[in-house]
């Protein structure tokens, strides 16, 4: 038996001993970052999460794309645009000389017409073809000219449409080819290709020699050249050890997403980070349609019952803040209102409140309904409200059931925190024909903020809406959380924006 | 042992595959949550009822389950398991990579189990009462408590990060095989620890068991030697039970790669399998649901060959 074992040792030992160092990296400079999730899909008008969408935007030109520092559009596969003064024509003058990757043709208006055809098709089940239903025609003038009438003005359709996930141009050759596994088999005409792809363990993209153009700032700075030749992304699903790998060196750039994580990359003195609010907040969404929770006494004295700064400092760690939360549009969107009413900590008026409205121990427990992700924020809540005096009950499910609670309104209280880009987005679930019993109570002000065009008028109607939630508080908020990208030192060019993580690889550098 | 013996073993196979299908079929059906409510993501709210209507529809999820039930039982016999819901690849294409590196895991992780526990277990029943005997159990009862889950952050931690001689993560160039191994060292460990604290337990009581009967001590009664009598008759006859715990802890080994996978970022069965269940992928459950109940049977079919193999009377039964 001893010397069985001691064979097996041996084994292992010389396996170990002879087995080669990975392979060496190929010629050029390659971008190691690591994620907690592999893709679902690439295919564009299908995408509704991380990290496909960031990488959608390296490998995918929309007419109109968001600039780097906000959430504003400039032109990008178009050269120049014009929009009518009644909001319902946009005519769009497209680049010309511009390449699909992988010899998959030349970009013309044809391949406009059939990206926004192909969104309405039922059989691609895309969740954004009510929006580009807006568009009543698609008039080809030329190759290089194309023109869109809408049925109705949308305020935000460039920035909530166009710029969007349903705006990207796909190839409809490569579409053709490669049927519905077009989102494994991306073909845009971004600056970066997938080149290979082993599902759950990496996704190598290189980088695209005959991309059209690279004129944001940053490239402008680089000569106009990109200087990232290939991006590995590893697929690592606990962020701590992405954190860890990070500080060995073994990984050049991550975005961030928990609180321990951020921990560990913030007292590492060998990684950097950036740190930049995102465009939403984290707040509890309540059933105001139905008691106790009809009472907005009981709704202020929740919020009065929270210490806003003590819990992003110690259950998130530091990575939040609670400037701008206030108001359901955010800074950096459309007609956000800083100065709209706020509810901040005070024990002693949340008590008096909820005795006001009758609320304590003895009542029916209030349901928090959370994901798993969220318990530590959950548990901090309910210590800040059973304080305060009210009785509380945490369901913690799993993100199927989570998501089925949501749409049936089966909660009292719900943890979440939708990121949004354009201020209709914000305003969406807060109709009545969203989620029941929410809230439901100024359809006409949406309605009317989202037919207006002129940019002053829909201000002041947005102002309305969000003084009239915030003194409401369908949803009271908690903090505003951080898009959060660690990065090695020697690796520069990471944009910071509080619209998404943007992973423009082709303004980064790394020194290896 | 003869061939009715194994026919017979073989063909409990059918209604226990069949049974395990078809539990989870209706179980994950009729648990809370939906596929349609993870592909729209937030977007749910911002999308028209007849939109989503219409998205269920296309997926055939709008038709009773007994319809569904019987469209994939024909599909499933025509070796069609269906498509992934959440990217429309084929389930067969979805598995097949992760088949090999899961089985790689649980096999590594066994022989880890073994090559220490049983030692360990037979020298602590061999040398009763002493020193060895004390610290191999101690080490067994804190190996048996700790979660792999730290276990596995720990060994990170230790050997890829203080001491980085090792891969913290991935599993290494697929088909390169010193590559594959030298990233299943920390893995197999983190697995296999459990099992050989568990082996080691069971190998010392079943050791002491046995060497305590008539046999043994005619054995040394006919002056044998000490190696011989502990060899050729005492741990041939203890084999019985840890056969059978071996058997038993190899599905645990693969029910258990899932937390190793997780951490140690390792493609495989067991992450496929938890990300499915979480976005109610259903055709994905159920194919990793008929690989996990074929590789069970195929252990247990194995256990009892190894039975019949060790002892005649399980032949003759």
């Known amino acids: 038996m001893r010397k069985f074992s001691l064979v097996i040792v041996a084994l292992l030992v010389a396996a170990l001993a002879f087995a080669p160092a990975p392979a060496p990296a190929q010629a050029g400079k390659t971008l190691r970052m690591g994620y907690t999730a592999d893709f679902v899909t690439l295919d564009p008008p299908r995408i509704t999460t991380m990290p496909d969408y960031p990488i959608a935007m390296n490998i995918f030109s929309g007419l109109v794309r968001y600039k780097q520092d906000g959430l504003g559009v400039e032109p990008d596969l178009a050269q120049r645009y014009d929009v009518s003064k009644d909001g319902l024509v946009y005519t769009f003058w497209l680049r010309r000389g511009v390449k699909f990757h992988k010899g998959f043709g030349d970009f013309t208006a044809r391949d406009v017409k059939y990206s926004f055809e192909r969104v309405l098709d039922p059989a691609l089940r895309s969740p954004y073809a009510p929006q580009m239903k807006l568009i009543k025609s698609i008039d080809i003038i030329n190759d290089y000219q194309v023109r869109l009438v809408l049925s109705e003005p949308y305020a935000d359709f460039l920035p909530a449409v166009l710029a969007f996930r349903p705006g990207y141009i796909v190839s409809q050759k490569a579409v053709e080819q490669f049927g519905n596994q077009f989102g494994s088999n991306p073909i845009g005409t971004g600056p970066y290709m997938v080149e290979r792809y082993v599902p759950r363990q990496e996704i190598v993209f290189a980088q695209f020699g005959e991309y059209f153009g690279r004129f944001r700032a940053g490239a402008r700075r680089m000569g106009g050249k990109a200087q990232i030749d290939r991006v590995l992304l590893r697929i690592i699903p606990q962020e701590t050890v992405v954190a860890l790998a990070l500080a060995r060196g073994e990984l050049d750039y991550a975005p961030i997403r928990t609180a321990a994580a951020f921990k560990l990359i913030r007292n590492e003195a060998s990684i950097g980070h950036t740190a930049t609010p995102v465009l939403g907040r984290r707040s509890l969404w309540g059933m105001n349609g139905r008691a106790p929770l009809t009472d907005v006494r009981l709704r202020r004295a929740l919020s009065h019952a929270i210490n806003h700064k003590e819990f992003v400092d110690a259950v998130e760690e530091g990575m939040g803040t609670t400037e701008g939360m206030w108001s359901e549009i955010p800074p950096g969107v459309f007609g956000h209102a800083p100065d709209t009413p706020q509810f901040t900590f005070d024990l002693a008026k949340a008590r008096a409140l909820l005795r006001e409205a009758g609320v304590g121990p003895q009542t029916r427990p209030l349901q928090i309904v959370f994901r798993d992700t969220d318990r530590a924020f959950a548990q901090a809540i309910r210590g800040y409200w059973t304080r305060a005096g009210a009785n509380l009950q945490l369901v913690e499910v799993g993100s199927a059931p989570y998501e089925a609670r949501r749409v049936a309104g089966d909660f009292d209280y719900l943890i979440t925190g939708p990121t949004r880009v354009a201020p209709d987005q914000f305003l969406l679930p807060l109709q009545s024909d969203s989620v029941p019993n929410f809230y439901g109570q100024i359809d006409n002000l949406i309605a009317a903020q989202r037919r207006e065009v002129d940019p002053e008028k829909r201000r002041a109607i947005l102002r309305q809406i969000q003084t009239r939630i915030s003194s409401d508080l369908p949803m009271i908020p908690v903090f505003r959380p951080y898009y959060v990208t660690a990065f090695r030192k020697g690796v520069t060019g990471d944009v910071a924006n509080t619209f998404y993580w943007l992973w423009y690889w082709e303004l980064m550098d790394v020194t290896q | ?317």
Not at chain 2, 16 to 39: E, K, N, W, Y
Not at chain 2, 70 to 98: C, I, K, T
Not at chain 2, 183 to 212: D, F, H, K, N, Q
Not at chain 2, 224 to 241: E, I, Q, T
Request: charged content about 15%; hydrophobic content about 55%; aromatic content about 10%.
């Open chain 2, 1 to 317: 042992m003869n061939a009715a013996y194994l026919v017979r073993r073989f063909l409990v196979f059918v209604p226990t595959i069949t049974g395990a299908v078809t539990l989870v079929f209706i179980v994950i059906r009729l648990a809370p949550g939906s596929p349609i409510d993870i592909i729209l993501g937030d977007f749910k709210d911002v999308t028209p009822r007849e939109t989503v209507a219409r998205i269920v529809a296309s997926y055939g999820l709008d038709q009773p389950l007994h319809v569904q039930y019987a469209r994939y039982v024909e599909r499933a016999l025509r070796g069609d398991l269906g498509f992934s819901l959440m990217n429309d690849r084929p389930v067969l294409q979805v598995l097949a990579p992760h088949l090999r590196p899961t089985l790689m895991l649980a096999f590594a992780g066994l022989l880890v189990a073994v090559a220490i526990g049983v030692p360990a277990g037979v020298a602590a029943a061999l040398r009763r009462n002493t020193g060895t005997d004390y610290g191999v159990m101690t080490f067994a009862v804190l190996w048996l408590s700790a979660p792999s889950f730290w276990l596995s952050i720990l060994l990170v931690y230790v050997f890829g990060y203080l001491v980085p001689v090792l891969p913290m993560f991935g599993g290494g160039t697929t088909g390169d095989l010193p590559s594959e191994l030298r990233y299943l060292v920390l893995p197999a460990i983190a697995i296999g620890s459990r099992s050989a604290a568990l082996l080691a337990r069971m190998s010392r009581s079943s050791t002491l068991e046995i060497m305590a009967q008539d046999f043994v001590r005619t054995a040394r009664a006919k002056g044998l030697a000490g190696r011989v009598v502990v060899y050729k008759h005492a741990l041939r006859n203890a084999a019985m039970p840890i056969v059978t715990v071996i058997g038993l802890d190899l599905a645990y080994l693969v029910g258990g790669t899932v937390v190793i996978e997780t951490v140690f970022a390792r493609p495989g069965l067991g992450k496929t399998l938890i990300d499915a269940i979480n976005n109610r992928d259903y055709p994905v459950v159920q194919g990793c649901i008929l690989v996990f109940a074929l590789g069970i049977i195929v252990v247990n079919f194995l256990t009892d060959v190894a039975y019949a193999l060790l002892d005649p009377r399980v032949r003759f039964d």
